[in-house]
Structure formats: structure tokens, C-alpha cells
């Protein structure tokens, strides 16, 4: 069975995403319902939902929003990755509210779509490490030539554990495994750094790639890290970019022939579940 720590919900009657404007392909609503009917079908048993990069004014109502959902009954929903701004002055009393408030299991700046030295700015970083001891987690979604940044803030923070989202977020399509491939190496040699297999479909051309295409990177990912420090997510719906959730989790079985129960349950659930403390 699968834990998904990445699915993005959209309900634009509920919440606004201005950078929806410009992703014509993910621009209407995508919801829980949808999700699930294929999800239960594949095998999973849980998910977390991740930001989705709303309108600033509207963080804590999707938190909101998504524990929501979690409420109906057999929902699969187990915790949120919330929105936060750790450049601003109001994140210490925003920590405060989320931590009480248990479904919120970690936080999720996106750094690829800002200046690189926003999380430079001393604030930024003072916040960051006032997630050591909450057991929050905190998400880096950067670009390859980004990573060198997010291993900054490994290093600043030793006490916070980090999620590096989408592999690094390798230029797949274009064949670009430099400096991608080296920066992998460096990150992962730090022990408060979990890399998510996740978000490579999208990367790849969506009309040629195939698991071959992948193996690659994700093989690299997983190499670095090792198995104990490895989670999966489905990226849903901007997997469907490159296939959708049913092409991307038969990949994953794919990419993952050969290897050991022990191992592919680690990485499918066993390593999120320790994580996140989700039983």
C-alpha cells in the first residue's frame, strides 16, 4: 500500500491561485473525489495534501479547507503541508496557530518561481530554524541550479528535517543531468534531508518518455539517500501533464522491479509513516 505525500487539491470557488492564470492545463478544479477513485484503485491507503500556492490571504483557509475534506467520513487525507512565508514578520505568531492545530505536518515554501536569494534574507532564515523541535517538517521545491541553496539551509538548520520535492526537479526533457546529477550527490549527504520521488513525469516529454527515460533520475535519487530516507508522491494533478496517477504509480512498480519488500515498502509508506507520525 501507498502513503501519497504530495497531492494538490484546486477549488477555485473556494480559494484563489493566481499563478493559475499562466498553467492553462491545471486550470479548473481538481478535487478530492477525482483523486481518490483512482487512488483507492492503485493502492493507496493515505495522503498528505500539499500547498498549492494560494493567494497569500488565503493560506490558513486552505488548510481549512483541506481538513475539511479530511473530516468526511473514509476520506484518505491524513495532514496537510501548509502554505507559509518565512520572509515575513508574521510567520513566529503563524507557527504559533499551527502548532496547535495537529492535522498541519510540515510547511512548503516554493522557491523555483522567487528570486534565489529570498532565502537568503535573514529572517527567512531565522524562521526556518525555529521549526527545530516542533516535529514540522519544511518542503524545498527548487530548480537544479537552486540546490546549492536549499543545502544552505540544510546546513543552518540541522535540527529541522527537510523534504526535497520532485527529485530536484531534473530537466528531464532536455536531457540535462548537469549540474542536477552532482548537486543530488551533495545534498544528499545530509542527514536532515529526505529526497520525494515524485513530479518526474512532468518533467519528461509527455509523448516519448518511458521508464527507461526515468530510471535515470529516480535511480540517482534513491542511490544518494538511501532507503531510509526516500518518500513518494504522486504530484497529483500535475502528473497528469505527463500520463496521470495510474501511468505514474504503474511507473513506479516499473522503476522499482527487483528491488527488496523491506525496501519498496520504506519508500511507498513505511519512511512517511515515521515521518510524519502518521501510524
Same mark, same amino acid.
Given at each position: 500500500m501507498i502513503i501519497d505525500t504530495h497531492l494538490h487539491l484546486i477549488d477555485q470557488s473556494a480559494l484563489r491561485y493566481p499563478w493559475l492564470a499562466g498553467a492553462p492545463a491545471l486550470n479548473r478544479d481538481f478535487s478530492y473525489d477525482e483523486y481518490a477513485a483512482d487512488a483507492r484503485r492503485c493502492g493507496i491507503e493515505g495522503v498528505l495534501h500539499m500547498e498549492v500556492d494560494v493567494d497569500p490571504a488565503d493560506i490558513a483557509a486552505e488548510t481549512a479547507h483541506v481538513k475539511s475534506i479530511a473530516g468526511r467520513p473514509g476520506s484518505m487525507l491524513k495532514g496537510a503541508i501548509a502554505s507559509c512565508r518565512p520572509e515575513e514578520p508574521g510567520f513566529e505568531a503563524y507557527l504559533e496557530t499551527v502548532k496547535a492545530e495537529p492535522f498541519v505536518k510540515g510547511f512548503r515554501r516554493v522557491l523555483h518561481v522567487v528570486p534565489d536569494d529570498l532565502s537568503e534574507g535573514a529572517l527567512f532564515r531565522q524562521n526556518i530554524k525555529r521549526l527545530?523541535?516542533?516535529? *514540522?517538517?519544511?518542503?524545498?521545491?527548487?530548480?537544479?541550479?537552486? +540546490?546549492?541553496?536549499?543545502? &544552505? *539551509? &540544510?546546513?543552518? &538548520?540541522?535540527?529541522?528535517?527537510? +523534504?526535497?520535492?520532485?527529485?530536484?526537479?531534473?530537466d528531464i526533457k532536455g536531457n540535462a543531468e548537469h549540474p542536477w546529477r552532482e548537486h543530488m550527490e551533495a545534498i544528499a549527504k545530509r542527514p536532515n534531508v529526505v529526497g520525494k520521488i515524485s513530479g518526474v513525469v512532468a518533467y519528461a516529454d509527455p509523448e516519448t518518455w518511458t521508464v527507461e527515460t526515468l530510471k535515470p533520475y529516480v535511480e540517482h535519487t534513491i542511490s544518494g539517500f538511501g532507503w531510509d530516507r526516500v518518500v513518494w508522491g504522486s504530484d497529483w494533478p500535475v502528473c497528469t501533464l505527463g500520463g496521470g496517477l495510474t501511468t505514474w504509480i504503474a511507473a513506479t512498480h516499473a522503476l522499482l522491479a527487483g528491488t527488496s519488500d523491506s525496501e519498496r515498502t520504506r519508500l511507498l509508506s513505511g519512511n512517511a509513516r515515521r515521518l510524519w507520525r502518521l501510524g
Open positions: 527545530a523541535g516542533t516535529g *514540522l517538517t519544511f518542503d524545498l521545491v527548487v530548480l537544479p541550479h537552486q +540546490i546549492p541553496k536549499a543545502m &544552505a *539551509l &540544510a546546513d543552518l &538548520a540541522p535540527d529541522v528535517q527537510f +523534504i526535497l520535492d520532485h527529485c530536484g526537479v531534473p
